[in-house]
């Protein structure tokens, strides 16, 4: 029962991201690019559970994230499930301060953006290119690491949230 809880909980707010991504921050936006808060909660919610409770947020919010917008549906979704995926891979992987690791992921998880949505559009004609030396790449992905310690704060408070990995960080001894 404690992971139904952990999914419908990550679930719930990496919609809530999404909505709040699509609708209310066009403000915020600079130079026309805003910061992917969805997929920047995708992310440290992988980084804290791992890689299940981060591939179904990411699947969830892209695929609301599909059919509010305009562009392909399943793209988005598709690059939140891989970007939840490997990042749960590496949960527990690199021990950091609460500043610089939620940053580095969520400039991972640009990257790792840039990377699925470059690689789907060589093989599929009409998805749109995402050029990761373009300056809109580069502005999403300081927004988005300017972004990452303040969700990652308030994602601590969530109780069901509790970093799980059943992993050790690097340089932990090993027990025999």
């Known amino acids: 029962m404690g992971d139904f809880r952990v999914i419908a909980a990550t679930t719930l707010i990496a919609v809530a991201a999404s909505l709040l991504t699509s609708t209310l921050l066009s403000w915020v936006a600079v ?15 992988a980084m804290r559970r791992g890689s299940m409770p981060g591939q ?3 699947f969830a919010s892209g695929l609301l994230a599909d059919t509010i917008s305009v562009g392909p549906l399943g793209l988005t979704a598709m690059v939140r499930t891989v970007a939840g995926y490997l990042i749960g891979r590496m949960a527990g992987l690199v021990s950091a301060d609460w500043v610089l690791l939620p940053t580095l992921v969520a400039i991972a998880a640009t990257v790792l953006k840039a ?20 300056p809109s790449f580069l502005i999403e992905a300081a927004l988005n690491g300017v972004a990452a310690p303040a969700l990652y704060v308030l994602l601590s408070l969530v109780p069901w949230l509790k970093d799980r990995s059943p992993r050790r960080p690097l340089g932990a001894k090993l027990r025999p």
């Open 56 to 58: 179904i947020a990411g």
């Open 115 to 134: 990377l699925t949505v470059t690689v789907l559009a060589l093989t599929i004609p009409w998805i749109p290119g995402y050029g990761i030396a373009a």
């Open 31 to 45: 130079a026309g690019v805003k910061p992917d808060l969805a997929l920047v909660v995708v992310a440290l919610i």
